[in-house]
């Protein structure tokens, strides 16, 4: 689901196609024109226009094998792009404790126009779990992170998303507006979203927004396979994330942040790492 697309603004499309394009070589280093094409959805000859544009401005190289990666240009405005360390560090011991107590993987996400995105993760010590990777997106109308985040997010940011489309994941997504409605009005009650088998059967997610100084700064959650959530580890996972949003809103309450919404990018989608067994 492309964010970007389900935007009014005026766009430029060969902007957008080279973004794209950029965000897809990320995800195949060292991948050949024709790779890269078939992988983003392009034709040959755009392909090749927009990297003949993009090679002598230092945005992407060519290796050895006449390969394509990331040019040095990126790690150059890598390091002047936002990144939320402040909420990072901020919540940084308290990621380590949600991950002893339920052993399950522990995310913090933020808003990045009309999806969340994982800053930082804590994996799970089980053998068999799910992942998600930093920088991986969803949809904010799926999924603990992303409703948590949506119940807290400026009303034009809800109106965006409730006028669809919403995409069903599973049987259980949140596919209509006045179900999701219902939903973020419930989260802005309880401050917490229990999503069950809304994005994937058979895994969970806790999720908790955090809002310092009436400003919505991200979310964290406990997620993992259903079958390991029990009412005794439903409602500790409640509460432990509760606390933990409520601390970390505590120690950035003195720190001014970004507002979420003036983050943007087209999607690719979920990036998730899937099942892991070891």
């Known amino acids: 689901m492309s964010t970007s697309a389900r935007s009014d603004k005026p766009q430029v499309r ?25 992988q983003a959805g392009l034709s040959n000859n755009q392909t090749f226009r927009l990297l003949a544009t993009l090679e002598p401005l ?3 190289v060519r290796d050895a094998r006449k390969g394509y990666r990331l040019g040095p240009k990126l790690h150059l405005l890598g390091e002047r792009a936002f990144w939320p360390h402040d909420l990072i560090r901020a919540a940084n011991p308290h990621l380590d404790r ?12 933020v808003r990045v126009g009309l999806e969340r995105m994982v800053v930082d993760r804590r994996p799970s010590r089980y053998s068999l779990r799910v992942d998600w990777a930093v920088g991986s997106r969803l949809p904010l ?3 603990g992170l992303g409703v948590a985040l949506l119940a807290f997010s400026p009303p034009e940011v809800q109106e965006a998303v409730l006028a669809g489309p919403l995409e069903r994941f599973t049987p259980y997504t949140l596919a209509s507006p006045e179900a999701l409605r219902a939903e973020l009005e419930r989260v802005r009650q309880q401050r917490v979203r229990i999503s069950v088998d809304d994005w994937a059967v058979g895994e969970f997610s806790i999720a908790a927004p955090v809002v310092a100084g009436g400003t919505l ?3 964290l959650n406990i997620a993992g396979f259903t079958a390991r959530l029990d009412e005794r580890r439903r409602e500790t996972y409640i509460a432990a994330v509760r606390e933990a949003a409520e601390a970390v809103a505590v120690g950035l309450s003195t720190t001014p942040g970004p507002r979420a919404a003036g983050l943007s990018g087209p999607s690719q989608g979920a990036g998730r790492t899937g099942l892991t067994r070891r």
């Open 141 to 143: 109308h799926v999924g």
């Open 58 to 60: 230092g945005y992407v």
């Open 14 to 38: 060969a902007v957008r196609a080279a973004l794209h394009l950029l965000e897809t070589l990320s995800q195949h280093e060292g991948a050949s024109l024709t790779h890269l094409a078939r």
């Open 98 to 109: 949600l991950a002893e107590l339920s052993g399950e993987l522990v995310l913090l996400a």
């Open 217 to 219: 700064r991200g979310a």
